[in-house]
């Protein structure tokens, strides 16, 4: 599968194992042909854990486990589910890995390239997705389970896709380019022509020179409306 698609599977894969872990179920034998792929909205595939037959509840045990270890699907198991039937929710964590492994390789890691070969299965891995995969799945098939996740929805945070940051700063940097256009535009553009008005001085044209006081006093008046 694309890491997108796994993706969306994972993350609903993870939805239903924390939906049983939080109730204190351990599936103990997930697997991919335990995961069915429904048709979901839209016509999208959905995942659905199935068959809880050899699923525990931590919260209920009484006395202690009978079973001995080693049941399940023996490719999927972790390794203290081998020796143990008394396991946590990190034993469904490694089968995890291996589903993921799985979804991106077409087939789950050999338990000697988990163990002994993980330089190349991580070279493996990285050829189909991107390097944090390889690294996500490596440390959910870590033959510790303390050197796991410590649950399963952090390996959706840690193989989450990042929002380009485009989107962030592309409307800003469009602002700024409107903005500065804008500047250069009005600061650049020809200033206008001066506009101005000359009063030329009225003349008293009526021969009479008493009254020449007349057109001086009107051009004066007529200066300062129009400033």
């Known amino acids: 599968l694309k ?17 049983a872990h939080a109730n204190g179920v351990i599936h103990r034998d997930l697997k991919t042909g335990n995961i ?17 037959g050899l699923a525990t509840n931590v919260l209920h045990r009484e006395g202690g486990l009978t079973e001995h270890g080693g049941q ?11 020796k143990s039937a008394d396991v946590s929710a990190l034993a469904d964590e490694y089968a995890l890995g291996v589903i993921l ?3 991106l390789t ?18 493996k891995l990285a050829k189909a997705a991107d390097p944090r995969w390889a690294k996500v799945i490596l440390r959910c098939l870590e033959q510790n389970p303390a050197d796991r996740f410590k649950s399963v929805d952090e ?3 840690a193989l989450k896709p990042s929002r380009p ?7 800003v940097a469009l602002l700024v380019a409107v903005v500065v256009a804008a500047a250069l535009w009005y600061y650049s553009k020809p200033a206008p022509p001066a506009t101005s008005l000359a009063v030329l001085p009225l003349v008293n044209r009526t021969g009479d020179p008493s009254l020449d006081y007349v057109g001086a006093g009107i051009t004066e008046a007529l200066t300062d409306d129009l400033s």
């Not at 890491?3 to 939906?19: I, R």
């Not at 399940?72 to 081998?82: D, L, S, V």
């Not at 390239?113 to 070279?123: H, I, K, Y």
């Not at 940051?165 to 409307?171: A, S």
Request: glycine share 8%; with cysteine; aromatic share 6%.
């Open 3 to 19: 890491p997108a698609q796994a993706f969306d599977l994972l993350e609903q894969t993870v939805s239903g194992l924390k939906a």
């Open 36 to 52: 069915m792929l429904v048709s979901g909205a839209l016509g999208n595939p959905r995942a659905v854990i199935t068959d809880f």
């Open 72 to 82: 399940g699907t023996p490719e999927f198991m972790a390794p203290e589910q081998m």
């Open 101 to 103: 492994c799985e979804m």
């Open 106 to 123: 077409g087939s789950p890691p050999r338990r000697q390239d988990v163990v002994f070969g993980r330089t190349q299965l991580e070279a």
């Open 155 to 157: 390996i959706v945070l």
């Open 165 to 171: 940051r485009t989107r962030v700063w592309i409307p």
